[in-house]
């Protein structure tokens, strides 16, 4: 499928690397204009360059970066089309050796952070009664795993923000979805362990998968485009599952 984003401009937040990367890549490379926003500088500079877009540095659990962001579209486009809330961290640990500050910077981050960017972009959405918003929820979202109840309970919230919120705004033309992807070859995939996991680990964890493979994020990405652009005009508040079978048995 081939996307045309020309002027359009998308906001994606944990837009430096992993699967926000390789949206902000493909949004770009179907004429679209980017803003980044995300924490690590270093990275965000070098893709900011590479697909000639713009960005905001900092965390998306402060509503002034969702605010800022918007802004930076507005006042260099005069528009926003699209938003994509990427962004987000994972504690890998049970409920007992989740600490405090534990859950509440999972939920800061995953679902605080959509909650505000999305907020942020409604506002400006609303009167012009088009937009997309696109959120990263997970396979995790809506069945358990082990080791991972923040994580768990956040992509949960993040899929009931994404319907609730598509039933408020339904009647003015944006559109909100989720994606859900199950095991990407990503960072994120790799971090919070306590070692890093050796190629006969990552793939035991591809077995798992019916496909008995990760996925590359340009195949979520690639997904997240379809949702942003016109051919999903008939789609909204929808959890799409991109986990190669893994949901299905």
């Known amino acids: ?61 402060n509503s002034a970066i969702s605010d800022a962001a918007v802004q930076l579209a507005l006042e260099n486009f005069g528009r926003l089309d699209v938003v994509v809330n990427a962004a987000g961290i994972i504690l890998r640990a049970d409920a007992l050796a989740t600490t405090d500050e534990g859950w509440q910077k999972v939920m800061n981050v995953n679902v605080n952070g959509v909650f505000y960017m999305s907020r942020a972009a409604v506002r400006v959405m609303k009167p012009r009664g088009k937009g997309a918003i ?50 990407v070859d990503t960072p994120m995939l790799r971090s919070g362990r306590k070692q890093p996991p050796t190629p006969e680990q990552m793939q035991a964890l591809a077995d798992t998968v019916p496909m008995k493979r990760l996925a590359d994020p340009s ?23 991109v986990d190669a079978g893994f949901t299905a048995r």
């Open 1 to 61: 499928m081939s996307f045309n984003f020309q002027n359009q401009v998308a906001i994606i937040t944990g837009g430096a690397s992993g699967m926000g990367a390789a949206t902000a890549r493909e949004f770009a490379a179907a004429g679209g204009q980017v803003i980044i926003v995300d924490q690590n500088e270093a990275l965000a500079l070098e893709l900011a360059a590479e697909i000639e877009g713009l960005m905001v540095i900092g965390d998306v659990s």
């Open 219 to 241: 195949e979520i990405a690639k997904v997240v485009c379809f949702l942003a652009s016109d051919d999903a005009s008939y789609m909204t508040g929808a959890m799409v599952a």
């Open 134 to 183: 696109i959120n990263f929820g997970s396979i995790w979202g809506d069945v358990g795993a082990t080791n991972v109840v923040a994580y768990c309970a956040s992509k949960g919230a993040v899929h009931q923000i994404t319907r609730a919120m598509a039933l408020d705004y339904v009647e003015d033309g944006i559109r909100i979805n989720a994606v859900c992807p199950g095991e």
